[in-house]
């Protein structure tokens, strides 16, 4: 059999390297009788292209995980390679850059500069690479049309509903073109059919190649994703739940609860 082209091998080699590999991480404050292990021993891998739901109740240790996995704190113990890379202990300078270049994040609350228009806030991002100011405009120009407001660019926030504040968010996030997109309660703050509009979005963002992970309370949005990731006590119970096996688990339960 012929071999590959080195180029092709190289496309291959990519498409097999998991987006995120969580070796037996562990999240840890405190210490004796004070010690919390918000993450314990917890170990995880999520395929480039997936769409993965974290859920659990509250104190779980989902946000953590989705700190750990947005490289917004580092874990305790354990290894974490994102896209191939070992970014466990790099310079926090290194991971910045790498944090900037490979991921997007939307929130439960839009973080939205209230003075700036959503052209500006959506050009944010590339500010901190090497970006000409033409093609800043270019790139948040495409993300806001990708997301339906092509015809908002030079709204502020206050002009705006919360369905399409939160769009601007992810304009904002995707921005950049990154790898993966997280979502931390991306909904929380939305109505129903708010939600829905979303939730399409991220749908075609998928399908167009985006890695999606996002913590959610809620039942119909985590459905919506490919891989359900069950989180309790810093552990995970069930790294892939049936979706028609949700109505089992009440999210809002608390640890102290349990």
């Given amino acids: ?112 500069l209230a003075p700036l228009s959503a052209l500006e806030n959506v050009m944010l991002p590339t500010l901190y690479g090497d970006v000409p100011k033409p093609e800043r405009i270019d790139r948040a120009t495409v993300a806001l049309e990708r997301v339906g407001l092509g015809n908002r660019l030079h709204n502020k926030p206050n002009q705006l509903s919360g369905g399409q504040q939160q769009r601007v968010a992810i304009a904002r996030a995707i921005v950049n073109r990154p790898t993966m997109l997280l979502a931390d309660e991306p909904t929380g703050a939305l109505d129903t059919h708010t939600t829905k509009e979303v939730m399409n979005i991220f749908a075609e963002l998928n399908a167009a190649g985006i890695t999606i992970v996002t913590v959610t309370h809620e039942i119909e949005v985590a459905r919506l994703s490919q891989r359900i990731v069950m989180f309790r006590d810093g552990r995970i119970v069930d790294d892939n739940v049936r979706p028609d096996g949700l109505e089992q688990f009440n999210f809002y339960e608390t640890e102290a609860s349990s």
């Avoid at 859920?55 to 390679?81: F, H, Q, W």
């Fill in 1 to 112: 059999m012929r071999e590959p082209a080195p180029d092709t091998q190289g496309a291959i080699a990519e498409r097999q390297t998991p987006i995120v590999r969580l070796d037996r991480v562990s999240k840890i404050y405190g210490s004796g009788n004070t010690e919390v292990r918000a993450l314990d021993d917890v170990s995880l891998t999520i395929e480039r292209g997936e769409y993965c739901a974290i859920v659990g109740p509250s104190g779980s240790g989902k946000s953590t995980a989705m700190n750990a996995i947005g490289c917004l704190d580092r874990p305790t113990i354990g290894r974490y390679e994102l896209d191939g890379t070992d970014v466990s202990k790099i310079p926090e300078n290194e991971l910045a850059k790498i944090r900037n270049r490979k991921l997007g994040f939307v929130f439960q609350q839009f973080h939205l």
